[in-house]
């Protein structure tokens, strides 16, 4: 069975930096196509970053510079590092995983496997 669960949530003071952690069991991580969305309050929920079972990454425009994601293979464990955080960063930060390796847009629907979220405060 697929299962991601989120950890490493935070409040932070804006500027400040934050890695959060996706614990991944019934797949390696480096097999599919997987990402981080988030859900900001009052708004939909919109992708941040994507990596690729070749470890290509991509990112939304509001993350490029600013956030990195990456896995650790052999604890099959996905990260995304969080830096010069803004309030707007505000909201509920979720692990996804598509059911192929190749990764194409930021279409929820595409994604399988999701976990619950976790949250991510940031204060001005």
């Known amino acids: 069975q697929v299962q991601l669960m989120e950890s490493g949530g935070d409040s932070v003071q804006a500027g400040g930096s934050l890695r959060v952690s996706c614990a991944v069991s019934?797949?390696?991580?480096?097999?599919?196509?997987m990402a981080w969305f988030r859900q900001a309050p009052g708004k939909r929920r919109e992708g941040v970053a994507r990596?690729?079972?070749?470890?290509?990454?991509s990112y939304n425009y509001f993350a490029q510079g600013r956030f990195t994601i990456s896995q650790d293979r052999a604890q099959n464990i996905q990260y995304l590092q969080m830096n010069t955080l803004r309030p707007e960063d505000t909201g509920i930060y979720f692990c996804?995983?598509?059911?192929?390796?190749?990764?194409?847009?930021?279409?929820?629907?595409?994604?399988?496997?999701w976990g619950q979220g976790t949250q991510v405060t940031v204060s001005s």
């Open positions: 019934g797949v390696n991580v480096t097999g599919r196509c």
């Open positions: 990596i690729n079972g070749n470890g290509e990454s």
């Open positions: 996804a995983a598509r059911q192929v390796s190749a990764c194409s847009g930021f279409i929820e629907s595409a994604f399988a496997y």
